[in-house]
């Protein structure tokens, strides 16, 4: 197996250097994504028959309520009525009709095919990973933070819908990187119909269907995860990141790019035109606005490492949005694993500092909610205090992850003689 | 890599029939398992049953003024026949209990009560099912989840139960309507009820409260009425015609307990200020810091130790 990585001078990141066990004693237990994947599978299937239980034997049900609301929708669909007559139905009318056979085969059909695009965002985060050269051992340890991460294996199995929307995204990445801009832009459409949340990766994705890195038939080039600490080719391409942007705007009208907005608004539209015209909804328009500032200069920094970008705009969403909930996690934590290899911090202490800070906050604030809501006290201002200190320590962890990244950009531009450091590294 | 990619892809085909086929044999569950997920919309739809459906066609909100104005005059129109004025020797009516179990936002109101019914006035007519209406008017600020009580109607507990007026989950008090509950019980026949003891019923409701408006003390206090009872009695063997009687519950009822009231906490106003000011200031620091790190600690070449920390 090739060590490559552990050749550098450089100190090596977190993942290779594990405490207390050396690379090659993990190399003789043979586990492979294969086997992680099964394992996930039945963990997976176990939880969704452990919640039956709990739901029928317990007062405080595992499912999650918007399960039911879903449930209600597909069988009111199923009747021929609008989902929309079930009170806090906010979704598509896509997902109501998916859970159809919640009436008609068993009522787990709904957490079966989240767990099982939960599944997929696992298989998908290897493969990006793979695609950009990452050595195995490091994709499959990003895998496990996806497919055994608390906060995302509940989601699927109590019943919500983002896993679907989380697989969506990843494709939409992979089909970037083998140069399926039509494929992506469909798959964009969709997801933007799906969620309205996505609709901030737009700019980064424009920016990076750049005519330096796309051009028609001609795939992509990546760069290789091994060159990443490669000084020459890192600072040749910022030497020129500000002139591509120069280029950028001029170019801007770029074959790529206009196919990507015709057919992603054209998918976008002709769905939520559909559902309009069967069921008369309104789009659920968030208050983008004051988000915008920041997500411009996240993407004005950070668009050529796309997953790193999509990364930082989508924490910085969810930390700064008016409401937050669990389930919004799993936006990020599914382009996590895909930043990891590129990250320089240490799990000890660094990393499990930011973990705890993170998920200290997080239950320091469900403690004054549950004060409030299940034991009627009047904390509203400890509350709204947690609340703050919860943006603080997203802050920081935003932070930390900025400080020890390794900018990377996705591609390499075409059809310029390769870079004899390139070639060494491949 | 491609022979990879397409064997995972098997894998993953080989995952999907493996969980479908084992979502099939799942019989976890109550036996009612396969009902309960269709929650039929339909039973809340409009019926002569429903007194609460009547007094909605009319009134566009539930006001108490209108509501007394619906009972001494449209039932007798819209129902059934109503047993003449003086009830009060027909039915007397005592309320044993009126608690509310439980702390926080989602609590239980329990309510227990007991009528006892003139042997005379009853037996002067046929032979009657009878069945018990409560309705309970609940105050601004709380409601009652649809959803949750047609579970509990589903669990065999209540008879019928449906709920009216707004019952939108999110509007905070001062942006909703009031709603009431209207759940019938079967009491049997009207020789039933005609014992000594009289009957003694006992409803428990799960309810919820809403946000409620700024208060400086820091609590809202919502006060309880007592429900409205009403016996319907119908001819054994025709339902739902005309051929009905309505007994109204006398107003006048024996009281052994006081009035329910939950304390929900409120927001208070003086806070309001320095809130704002807090929160912009937070979210302002954070932007800034955000924005900060991005220029000048991303790259790592470029940045060591001593200014990221």
Not at chain 1, 173 to 181: A, H, Q, Y
Not at chain 1, 303 to 329: R, S, W
Not at chain 1, 349 to 358: A, F, K, P, Q, R
Not at chain 2, 212 to 232: A, H, K, M, N, T
Request: aromatic share 14%.
């Amino acid at each position: 197996m090739k060590k490559s990585h552990f050749c550098d001078a450089e100190p090596a990141p977190a993942f290779s250097n594990l405490p207390s066990v050396s690379l090659s004693q993990l190399a003789m237990i043979s586990i492979n994504i294969r086997s992680l994947l099964w394992l996930s599978a039945i963990f997976r299937v176990i939880l969704i028959v452990y919640g039956e239980w709990q739901d029928s034997h317990m007062e405080v049900r595992y499912t999650d309520v918007d399960y039911l609301v879903f449930s209600d929708a597909a069988s009111l669909m199923a009747s021929g009525d609008s989902p929309y007559k079930r009170t806090t139905y906010r979704y598509s009318p896509l997902l109501a009709f998916f859970l159809i056979p919640n009436s008609i085969i068993h009522r787990s059909w709904g957490k079966f095919l989240f767990s099982a695009s939960d599944l997929l965002v696992g298989v998908f985060i290897h493969s990006i990973l793979k695609l950009r050269k990452v050595p195995e051992d490091l994709c499959m340890y990003s895998a496990v933070v996806w497919l055994f991460n608390p906060f995302t294996f509940t989601i699927g199995t109590r019943g919500n819908c983002e896993p679907i929307v989380c697989a969506m995204i990843l494709w939409i990445i992979i089909c970037l990187l083998k140069g399926n801009v039509l494929q992506a832009a469909f798959w964009y459409g969709l997801v933007v119909h799906f969620r309205i949340y996505p609709i901030i990766y737009v700019l980064p994705i424009i920016l990076i269907l750049d005519p330096l890195f796309f051009r028609s038939g001609l795939k992509p080039r990546l760069q290789n995860w091994s060159s990443r600490q490669d000084k020459t080719l890192r600072s040749s391409n910022k030497v020129t990141d500000q002139y591509d942007l120069w280029k950028a705007l001029k170019t801007v009208f770029s074959k790529e790019r206009v196919m990507f907005g015709l057919v992603s608004g054209a998918v976008f539209l002709s769905c939520t035109g559909l559902f309009f015209y069967l069921y008369g909804w309104e789009f659920l328009h968030e208050a983008l606005l004051y988000h915008l500032t920041l997500q411009l200069v996240l993407i004005f920094r950070f668009a050529q490492d796309l997953p790193f970008c999509l990364f930082m705009q989508t924490v910085a969403f969810v930390a700064f949005n008016k409401v937050v909930t669990a389930q919004y996690f799993v936006w990020f934590f599914c382009l996590l694993p895909l930043i990891l290899p590129w990250s320089n911090m240490k799990l000890k202490w660094e990393g499990l500092s930011c973990i705890l800070v993170w998920i200290g906050a997080q239950l320091h604030w469900l403690m004054w909610g549950y004060l409030l809501e299940f034991k009627g006290k009047n904390v509203f201002l400890q509350l709204w205090l947690a609340g703050l200190l919860f943006l603080a320590a997203n802050t920081f962890v935003l932070i930390m992850i900025t400080c020890r990244h390794t900018y990377s950009p996705v591609f390499q531009r075409l059809g310029h003689p390769t870079l004899k450091n390139a070639e060494k590294n491949n | 890599m491609e022979s990879q990619h397409v064997r995972l892809c098997i894998y993953y085909k080989v995952a999907i029939l493996l969980m479908f086929f084992s979502a099939i044999g799942i019989q976890v569950g109550r036996c009612e398992a396969n009902s309960d997920v269709n929650y039929n919309i339909k039973a809340f739809s409009s019926s002569k049953k429903y007194l609460m459906t009547s007094y909605f066609g009319k009134y566009e909100k539930l006001l108490d003024s209108n509501f007394e104005e619906f009972i001494a005059n449209e039932l007798r129109t819209s129902f059934c026949e109503v047993l003449p004025d003086n009830t009060s020797s027909v039915i007397r009516r005592s309320v044993l209990l009126r608690h509310l179990i439980g702390e926080g936002s989602h609590r239980n109101l329990l309510s227990s009560m007991r009528f006892y019914v003139d042997p005379k006035s009853l037996s002067r007519l046929p032979s009657h099912k009878c069945e018990l209406i409560v309705i309970e008017r609940l105050p601004s600020g709380i409601f009652a989840d649809p959803f949750e009580l047609q579970h509990l109607h589903q669990r065999g507990v209540l008879t019928d139960v449906a709920v009216f007026g707004d019952t939108n989950l999110e509007l905070p008090s001062f942006r909703s309507n009031r709603s009431a509950v209207e759940i019938h019980m079967n009491v049997g026949s009207n020789r039933l009820l005609s014992q000594k003891d009289g009957l003694e019923i006992k409803v428990q409701l799960p309810l919820h409260a809403r946000y409620q408006p700024l208060d400086e003390s820091g609590y809202s206090q919502v006060e309880f009425g007592d429900p409205d009872l009403f016996l319907r009695c119908c001819i054994e063997g025709k339902l739902q015609n005309q051929s009905c009687l309505f007994i109204p519950t006398s107003e006048n009822a024996e009281r052994k307990t006081g009035r329910a009231v939950w304390r929900i906490p409120s927001g208070i106003k003086s806070h309001g200020g320095f809130v704002s000011v807090v929160t912009f200031v937070s979210a302002f620091i954070s932007t800034i810091l955000i924005v900060l790190t991005s220029f000048f600690c991303s790259d790592f070449k470029t940045c060591n130790r001593l200014k990221c920390s």
